[in-house]
Nanobody, 122 residues
Framework: QVQLVESGGGLVQAGESLRLSCAAS????????MGWYRQFPRKQRESVAA???????LYAPSEKGRFTISRDNTKNTLYLQINSLKPEDTAVYFC????????????????WGLGTQVTVSS
């Protein structure tokens, strides 16, 4: 059974940084395409960053520079580092995993976590 469990969210002030984690079980992060997504209230979920099984990283153009996706194969965990947080980053952040990067980039990974709330105060 595949499980993705996000953590690391919380209430932070604008300008601070957070590192979100996505602990995976039942799949290997080193051989899966994975992504981070966020969902604003009453909006559709959107992709912010992705990583291929080979380790190539891709970012939403608007977030390149502040967001860094990475993984630790030994811990079987995916990360998202967010720097210089802004109030408009307030959202629920999800991780997703799929055998193909295309599904991750299309926002339709087979597996989803339940999300972690990030709230940025001004």
């Amino acid at each position: 059974q595949v499980q993705l469990v996000e953590s690391g969210g919380g209430l932070v002030q604008a300008g601070e940084s957070l590192r979100l984690s996505c602990a995976a079980s039942g799949i290997s992060v080193s051989s899966s395409a994975m992504g981070w997504y966020r969902q604003f209230p009453r909006k559709q979920r959107e992709s912010v960053a992705a990583i291929t099984g080979g380790g190539d990283t891709l970012y939403a153009p608007s977030e390149k520079g502040r967001f860094t996706i990475s993984r630790d194969n030994t811990k079987n965990t995916l990360y998202l580092q967010i720097n210089s947080l802004k109030p408009e980053d307030t959202a629920v952040y999800f991780c997703g995993a799929d055998p193909t990067i295309e599904s991750v980039l299309n926002g339709n990974p087979w597996y989803w976590g339940l999300g972690t709330q990030v709230t940025v105060s001004s």
